[in-house]
């Protein structure tokens, strides 16, 4: 079943984030939440907050010194647990590496060797909170464009809601991802596949039922209520 709003999507997240970090010591794992207009600051503090009784020591951190500000002025019981990909990549060269959860809220390509070298010298499981990495390997040798697709392929869907066309993806881990079909009364369960499946595979499994028009118009309702 596909979550009524945000915060039962977020407990969904909570839930399949906390049983993928019990499962993988070091594992490195994703969380999506793809709606136009999210504001994701509010649902990363929310998420930290949560998991931190389970996982002492967990850190959030920010693509740059703005949004690790904003995310302490909005959450000051958490400030000591904020900080920048660069503000820990420097404790890290003091300490020779970190340990503990790390959540990277909505790193960019341009952030690319940041996530690297931090993953690179951290000892706990690392989580990225809608990240956007693999556009990063334009204009690069081939050397390190191979090394960025295998450091990108060991990353596994923890939690994933994602709107389509003509209806939803949703994968909540250790299930499997799940395609929803966007019917006049609802969304309805179409098929479910092992891995993230592609355009092919999702209009294959939906029969190219309805059209695109239909559907972007249904996606609007879905991205609506989970808003609300």
Not at 7 to 32: D, Q
Not at 104 to 119: F, I, L, Q, T
Not at 122 to 149: F, M, Q, T, Y
Request: net charge negative.
């Amino acid at each position: 079943m596909l979550p009524a709003d945000l915060r039962e999507a977020e407990a969904e997240a909570l839930e399949s984030l906390a049983t993928a970090l019990a499962a993988e010591p070091k594992g490195l794992w994703t969380a999506e939440f793809r709606f136009e207009g999210l504001r994701l600051m509010p649902v990363a503090l929310r998420l930290g907050t949560a998991l931190t009784p389970r996982f002492p020591g967990l850190r959030l951190l920010f693509p740059d010194a703005g949004a690790t500000a904003l995310a302490k002025r909005d959450a000051p019981e958490l400030a000591s647990q904020l900080a920048s990909l660069r503000d820990l990549m420097r404790l890290q060269q003091a300490d020779g590496g970190s340990a503990g959860v790390l959540i990277v809220v909505a790193p960019s390509p341009a952030d690319y060797e940041e996530v690297e070298a931090v993953c690179g010298q951290h000892r706990g499981p690392v989580v990225l909170l809608n990240g956007s990495l693999e556009d990063a390997a334009v204009g690069i040798g081939s050397v390190a464009r191979e090394r960025r697709k295998g450091f990108l392929s060991g990353w596994q869907a923890a939690y994933a809601l994602i709107p389509t066309a003509e209806g939803a993806l949703r994968r909540a881990f250790p299930g499997p991802w799940e395609l929803y079909r966007r019917d006049p009364d609802g969304h309805r369960f179409a098929a479910s596949f092992e891995g993230k499946p592609d355009a092919e595979q999702q209009a294959e499994a939906l029969g190219d039922a309805g059209g695109v028009g239909r559907g972007l118009a249904a996606v609007d309702r879905f991205i609506e209520g989970l808003r609300n």
